[in-house]
């Protein structure tokens, strides 16, 4: 399974994103899916970094995403999102790209009990 994280500008979530990175050793890849205007994110040998631009419509953000991302998903059956990051519009295209792969997904966080499936 493949872990896809959107990294926003709020700085103060991205503890929960280097949480999983981390921890989820099952994920062979993680996907960041990144704010264009974002730097200074710690990243390890497994990710990859995809810029996006958050300005853009909704539609067009999400067409972004996908076009973007369709190439880095290695045809799993699904993947696992992290949307501890962002937007709600940002949320929002991401979950749309995904969904248009197609692929499915599986909302994952970093709790005090580790890693956990919210859905």
């Not at 995403?65 to 369709?70: A, T, Y």
Request: net charge neutral.
């Amino acid at each position: 399974m493949e872990l896809v994280a959107y990294l926003g500008s709020d700085r103060e979530n991205w503890g929960q994103i280097t949480a999983l990175m981390n921890k989820m050793n099952e994920c062979e890849k993680i996907i960041l899916v990144k704010n264009k205007n974002v730097s200074g994110f710690p990243k390890n040998s497994r990710c990859c970094e995809i810029s996006v631009n958050p300005a853009l419509s909704l539609v067009e953000l999400k067409q972004e995403m996908m076009n973007k991302i369709s190439d880095r998903v290695s045809g799993d059956f699904e993947v696992a999102v992290s949307l501890a990051s962002g937007t709600g519009k940002e949320h929002m295209a991401l979950i749309s790209a995904l969904l248009s792969i197609p692929v499915g997904i599986r909302l994952v966080v970093f709790t005090k009990k580790g890693v956990e499936y919210i859905n």
